[in-house]
C-alpha cells in the first residue's frame, strides 16, 4: 500500500515518500540548505531491481523492485528489519551478487562485477590479513590492484592511517588489536583505495556500545574531511538517523522501498531531543506496523 503522510511543518524536512527526491526538501529559516538533487546526475543509480539467491529447495526473493538514487557526498542508509535484502543491495552494488533482473550503474555504467571503485566494510573482524602488518593490510589492496607503485601505496596508507588514528600501529599485527582497531584498519584500506562508493555492511555491529559510538563519530568526521560518498547498511533506527543524510526504509521480505527519509538534520549530539526520538517512532511505525 502506497502512503499518504500529512505530516506537521517541522516533520515535513523528515519524510519523502517514495519517487520524491529526499534534497530538494527546505525549510524556510533555518539553517538547512541542500542541493537539488534533480540539478545533478546520480552517481549510483539502481533501478528495479529483483535479487534472487538459491537454496537446497527453492529460489528466495530476496527484494523486489527496488530502485533508488546515490548522489555525489551522499550518506545513504539502507534500512530494514533482518532479512529485508539490504545486504544483499550492498552486495549486488558491490558486483558480487548480479540482479535476477533490473540494473545498478555507477556513473552511468551498468555495474556487472566487482571492481575497485567499490570498496566493501564487513562486519566481521576476520577481515584482515593477520600475516601482515597494520600497514601491509592497508597497502595490500593498493598493490594487488595495481592502483599505485609500493611507495607510493606506502605513502597513501600511512596518510589514511593517520586520519582513522592509528600512526603509532603500522607496524602491530591484527592479533593484536581491539575490534574497534581492527575496524579502523578495515576502514583506512577501503578509504585507501578512494572509491567513488564506500560501501559499509553493519561494520559496527559487533562493538560494544562505547566503542560501536566512538566509531560512528569517526566515521562523521571523516566524511567531513574529505566528503566521500557512503552507502551504509544497518538495521539500528538510531544509527541511521545520526550517520545518514538520507535513509531508504525497506519492506520486510521481500525488500521493497516503503520510504524514503530525508535526516541530514540530525547528529550524535542530537539522539535524546524530542524530534529524534518523534522521528525514530515515525520510522518504526512505517517497519512494522503498516502492511506492505
Known sequence: MSHSLTLPFQAQRDFVEK???A?????????IETTPHFAMEPLLAVKNVHLEYATDKSIVRATHDVSFNVYPSDRFILLGPSGCGKSSLLKSVAGFLPPHSGTIELDGKVVSKAGPDRVVVFQEF???APWKTVKQNVMFALLASRTLGKKEAAERAEHYLHKVGLNRFFDAYPHTLSGGMKQRVAIARAMAMEPKVLLMDEPFAALDALTRRKMQEELLALWEDTKFTLMFVTHSIEEALVLGNRILLLSPHPGRVKAEINSHQFSLDSAGSPEFQATAQRIHHLLF????
Not at 23 to 31: E, F, I, L, S
Not at 289 to 292: D, F, K, L, S
Open 19 to 21: 519517487g520524491s527526491l
Open 23 to 31: 534534497a530538494t526538501v527546505t525549510v524556510p529559516g533555518t539553517a
Open 126 to 128: 576476520d577481515q584482515l
Open 289 to 292: 506496523n503498516e502492511q506492505a
